[in-house]
């Protein structure tokens, strides 16, 4: 059986073709960089097909454009798009009638600054970071407590996963621990008086025999490596 291989030239080739067309969806490369955290002059030879990114940059690169490394052995417009899903009919029909697809638009993919204002008994401020990846009606979360938050400096026992629907002006979003531990019901709307992507509501936590409500501000980072890497450290000082 005849096994199809490519030389290192072509597929750095391959890559720039792809990544030509992927940044051609930006006005500025300059600022492309800058979100990638990638070197400008590095990131023209891997667009020339000069260069090769290393394993933990082009990991970066395919979450950034949400592609995967078939990037590196496929024209751009012969890799499938990411399959999509609807939202489960029971959500639906819970969400009606002001049910509307979640767009880029209202709720931009990326990474999100979580702060959560403390209650009675915790006037403390606790800050924790959720990724965004829009599915066809709603947005898949992703999301880690920060260890004072969950109680274990394990990546395990403080991620949190849910997804988030659009009714009306509000976005819905249900989030979970693992086996259903902290579950959070939040409602919030785009702050129409600050320009920089910040979203306000509040937060119903089941974690106890009486639910709590706290107050939330969620600021959108986007693909910005830098400003996600400043939120990191903030989030681990909580």
């Given at each position: 059986?005849?096994?199809?291989?490519?030389?290192?030239?072509?597929?750095?080739?391959?890559?720039?073709?792809?990544?030509?067309?992927?940044?051609?969806?930006?006005?500025?490369?300059?600022?492309?960089?800058?979100?990638?955290?990638?070197?400008?002059?590095?990131?023209?030879?891997?667009?020339?097909?000069?260069?090769?990114?290393?394993?933990?940059?082009?990991?970066?690169?395919?979450?950034?454009?949400?592609?995967?490394?078939?990037?590196?052995?496929?024209?751009?417009?012969?890799?499938?798009?990411?399959?999509?899903?609807?939202?489960?009919?029971?959500?639906?029909?819970?969400?009606?009638?002001?049910?509307?697809?979640?767009?880029?638009?209202?709720?931009?993919?990326?990474?999100?600054?979580?702060?959560?204002?403390?209650?009675e008994?915790?006037?403390?401020?606790?800050?924790?970071?959720?990724?965004?990846?829009?599915?066809?009606?709603?947005?898949v979360?992703?999301?880690?407590?920060?260890?004072?938050?969950?109680?274990?400096?394990?990546?395990?026992?403080?991620?949190?996963?849910?997804?988030?629907?659009?009714?009306?002006?509000?976005?819905?979003?249900?989030?979970?621990?693992?086996?259903?531990?902290?579950s959070?019901?939040?409602?919030?709307?785009?702050?129409?008086?600050?320009?920089?992507?910040?979203?306000?509501?509040?937060?119903?936590?089941?974690?106890?025999?009486?639910?709590?409500?706290?107050?939330?501000?969620?600021?959108?980072?986007?693909?910005d490596?830098?400003?996600?890497?400043?939120?990191?450290?903030?989030?681990?000082?909580?």
């Amino acid at each position: 059986m005849a096994v199809d291989t490519r030389t290192p030239a072509e597929l750095r080739s391959m890559l720039g073709a792809n990544l030509r067309q992927l940044a051609d969806r930006y006005p500025s490369v300059a600022e492309l960089c800058r979100q990638l955290g990638v070197n400008r002059t590095q990131f023209n030879r891997y667009l020339s097909g000069e260069s090769f990114p290393r394993p933990d940059v082009l990991d970066r690169i395919c979450r950034f454009f949400d592609v995967d490394a078939r990037i590196l052995l496929k024209p751009l417009e012969e890799i499938p798009a990411p399959r999509r899903c609807d939202l489960p009919e029971s959500v639906v029909q819970f969400l009606r009638p002001g049910l509307a697809a979640l767009t880029e638009d209202a709720f931009p993919s990326g990474v999100y600054l979580v702060t959560q204002h403390g209650g009675e008994g915790d006037p403390r401020a606790h800050h924790w970071l959720v990724q965004t990846r829009h599915l066809h009606q709603c947005a898949v979360l992703r999301g880690f407590l920060p260890p004072a938050m969950a109680g274990t400096r394990s990546a395990t026992g403080r991620e949190l996963r849910g997804f988030a629907a659009c009714a009306g002006p509000n976005i819905y979003a249900v989030l979970s621990r693992e086996a259903g531990r902290d579950s959070k019901t939040i409602v919030i709307r785009k702050d129409m008086t600050d320009g920089n992507g910040v979203w306000i509501g509040s937060c119903m936590e089941h974690s106890a025999a009486t639910p709590h409500i706290y107050r939330l501000e969620i600021r959108h980072l986007g693909h910005d490596f830098r400003a996600t890497l400043g939120a990191a450290r903030l989030v681990r000082r909580t």
